[in-house]
């Protein structure tokens, strides 16, 4: 005699999440910052996040801005506010990691925070247009709290600089 297998509660919201269908321009962007390029041979895979984040600050800025609106996609698709902030930490470890000259620029062909925060919202989203006012409040809190971080690491390395060219040399 033939058992059936019993599905699980959690194979159950698996399946009625993986209903939610994500617009294609998310993907495309996650896809276009973290996955664009490929090294022959190897199969690593980097986008432009990588590349442009080679230019020091401003490259990180900007690619951390286009982060910012996938995360304020996660409210869109409902996703709870503790995986917010995940997607949030995971933007905030890509732009201060990813901000440190040679090590950082190194880091951000590993570290793909636009990829995971899209898994993130694939497992987590409960449908679209599902964000209620505090959701977005909280984003907003967590998206200022990050420019905070990217207008203290700007101001940080014009004073690095400022120290450098105008100290008198040590020897």
Not at 65 to 74: D, M
């Amino acid at each position: 005699m033939e058992e059936l297998e019993k599905p699980s509660r959690f194979t159950s919201l698996r399946s009625r999440k993986s209903e939610v269908e994500i617009e294609k321009s998310l993907d495309d962007l996650a896809f276009y910052l973290d996955d664009l390029f490929r090294i022959p041979g190897v199969g690593w895979r980097f986008g432009l996040d990588a590349i442009v984040g080679l230019i020091p600050n401003v490259g990180d800025t900007l690619t951390s801005l286009a982060s910012f609106y996938i995360l304020l996609a996660g409210v869109r698709y409902g996703v709870p506010k503790i995986t917010l902030f995940r997607m949030a930490l995971n933007i905030g470890i890509d732009y201060l990691l990813g901000s440190v000259p040679i090590i950082g620029d190194a880091f951000d062909f590993f570290w793909k925070s636009n990829d995971m925060n899209m898994r993130l919202i694939r497992e987590r989203a409960t449908g679209k247009n599902k964000g209620t006012t505090g959701d977005y409040v909280f984003i907003f809190v967590l998206i200022g709290l990050l420019v905070l971080l990217l207008i203290a690491s700007i101001i940080t390395s014009a004073v690095i600089l400022y120290w450098i060219f105008t100290s008198k040399p040590l020897l």
